[in-house]
């Protein structure tokens, strides 16, 4: 799974803070009037420590010298994109929110097409790249970055049947709804058109959302029924007569698309919309983008395998090794180089913010949606071809496995979607009981956590062969929850005797006599905020992209923003 600790990072630009620990009693308070979510997918923390420790002088460095560095922050369960994001923007997890994967299976819905609500529901919900509308320009079909309704799925909406959008798929609200509520500006940039989902229910918490497909779905045809090739979003998407309709073959293409995402919010920054034309509107209150090229340094088996990628490669990668060299995380010179550009891209977001004058006042968040497991290069089936993943269970199952064995062969006969995670969707569900304890008694002696295990969906899905609605059910989310706030209340009172010892220290230094060096600490009354309120407050924050359930809260009435360049 993608469920390797991944990179958790908060920054108040400006603010000090060491590793683990809240801002220092003697930190300037900033006012923060905006933040900035970047998140960068398949960032493990050991990634951040190893490329920090290496590049002193790199932007991910600089922001690390003054933030909360959360190392010990994981993942949704199940861990993916979708989830992953969602974990981030609501505050929920896949079962709070709904939402377990890209591709899932609801038992609600009708398939896309004419025939609307009609027959019984049931069908795959596909909320990729292969729902986006393309044109065909000089002979090319280019993705317009926009969902094609005639590919959404039907589904009963406010009583009526109605197209479901990726939005309508999310059951809680989103922060960005929260955001735009309370009279604020709202951007985001990410891979596929699909991530209309953090719109929210609404379908309107994003006031600028941007998506450069990174992957052309090639799904247009001519006359004749030939497949029409289109590129990916990019500036070497297409090169003289080479089309490369997918990115992710070579961190050098994902580079391209990614730094579209970069433009975008330099131009937010800036004061623009993401293409940095219109009018001067200021930057967004809640902007962000999600990140694709250290992700796919670590799934290539070799960089630019087909060789179907004509981007530049300076760095001589193309047929080199990706992902990790050893079990301990050391990247190969593919990965390595995915995470040396994007933070040359982050340093430029940062230079922008300093010449906007709005550093200072920008809370800067540095997180990832996922994981990229496995890091150890041992444990990567080979079979699994072009990509470092995991792979192969219903093969296995089918290699193994009696004929006559009803429970293999409805796991070898059910619908599967395997990337990290293999979501299996049991076309007999009265095999699920079985087929769990089938999974649990194979799994039993190997290295997997028991709270890895796939959370169950609300009774409108079943997603999950290994569990079924019910008491065992219940009860499963009811442990993760339960140890999710014990960790919380921990986390609270570590942060509190911290705070209470350098109240202490402080009463202590007064009753000696003022020292100089002590004229900003922050419980002195003249200066912002108290030192242990500020410890305390910091605990909240850590679980701030945690997976738990319930809607996001509304704000307290909201300062008006001063326009980019104030602040």
């Known amino acids: 799974m993608k469920q390797e600790r991944a990179l958790g990072m908060l920054v108040a630009a400006g603010a000090i803070a060491s590793l683990g620990l809240c801002p220092l009693a003697g930190a300037a308070e900033r006012e923060v009037q905006r933040v900035l979510v970047i998140s960068v997918d398949g960032l493990h923390a050991v990634d951040a420590e190893r490329f920090i420790a290496s590049h002193p002088q790199s932007a991910l460095a600089e922001i690390a010298r003054h933030a909360v560095r959360y190392t010990a922050a994981s993942t949704s369960r199940p861990s993916d994109s979708f989830p992953g994001l969602l974990s981030i923007v609501t505050g929920g997890s896949p079962a709070s929110a709904d939402v377990f994967y890209d591709v899932s299976w609801d038992r609600t819905q009708w398939p896309p097409g004419p025939a609307g609500c009609t027959g019984t529901p049931g069908q795959q919900t596909t909320y990729d790249e292969s729902i986006d509308l393309l044109k065909v320009v000089n002979g090319l079909a280019i993705d317009q970055n926009q969902i094609d309704p005639s590919r959404l799925p039907w589904g009963m909406k406010d009583g009526s049947c109605q197209l479901i959008y990726p939005h309508d798929f999310v059951k809680v609200n989103t922060i960005f709804e929260v955001v735009k509520a309370a009279g604020l500006r709202t951007a985001w940039a990410d891979k596929h058109a699909a991530y209309d989902l953090v719109n929210g229910p609404s379908g309107n918490g994003v006031d600028d959302l941007y998506t450069p497909e990174v992957t052309n779905p090639q799904t247009l045809t001519d006359s004749n029924g030939n497949t029409i090739p289109g590129p990916y979003d990019g500036d070497y998407g297409v090169v003289g007569t080479h089309v490369t309709p997918d990115a992710t073959v070579s961190v050098n293409c994902t580079l391209d698309n990614d730094k579209r995402k970069f433009d975008a919010l330099v131009a937010q920054i800036n004061g623009y919309n993401h293409t940095g034309k219109g009018p001067h509107i200021g930057a967004p209150a809640l902007f962000g983008t999600d990140l694709q090229a250290i992700s796919v340094g670590q799934k290539v088996s070799h960089n630019n395998t087909d060789g179907s990628c004509f981007a530049p490669d300076p760095a001589g990668l193309n047929g080199q090794p990706g992902g990790y060299a050893d079990g301990s995380g050391t990247p190969t010179a593919v990965l390595g180089y995915a995470l040396e550009q994007t933070d040359v891209q982050l340093a430029r977001v940062l230079t922008a913010l300093k010449s906007r004058h709005i550093y200072d006042s920008t809370l800067i968040i540095v997180t990832a949606k996922h994981g990229q497991a496995p890091i150890d290069p041992l444990k990567v089936n080979p079979s699994a071809g072009v990509t470092n993943k995991i792979g192969g269970l219903q093969t296995l199952v089918a290699n193994y ?136 407050g910091c605990a909240d924050r850590t679980h701030r992209s945690a997976a738990r359930p319930g809607p996001v809260a509304p704000p307290s009435p909201p300062t008006p923003l001063p326009h980019a360049g104030e602040g």
């Open 401 to 536: 496995a009696s004929s006559s064995d009803a429970v293999a062969q409805a796991i070898v006969s059910a619908g599967e979607n395997e990337d990290d995670v293999a979501l299996i969707w049991l076309q007999d569900q009265t095999q699920a009981p079985a087929a769990g304890a089938r999974r649990a008694a194979h799994s039993a002696g190997t290295s997997r956590r028991p709270d890895e295990a796939a959370v169950p969906g609300p009774d409108r899905r079943q997603p999950y062969a290994g569990h079924h609605r019910g008491a065992r059910a219940r009860n499963h989310l009811h442990h993760l929850e339960e140890e999710e706030r014990r960790a919380r209340r921990l986390q609270q009172r570590r942060h509190q005797r911290r705070a209470d010892r350098v109240a202490a220290g402080d009463r202590l230094q007064a009753d000696q006599g003022p020292r100089a060096d002590h004229a900003d600490r922050a419980d002195d009354p003249a200066r912002a905020g108290a030192g242990s309120e500020r410890a305390a």
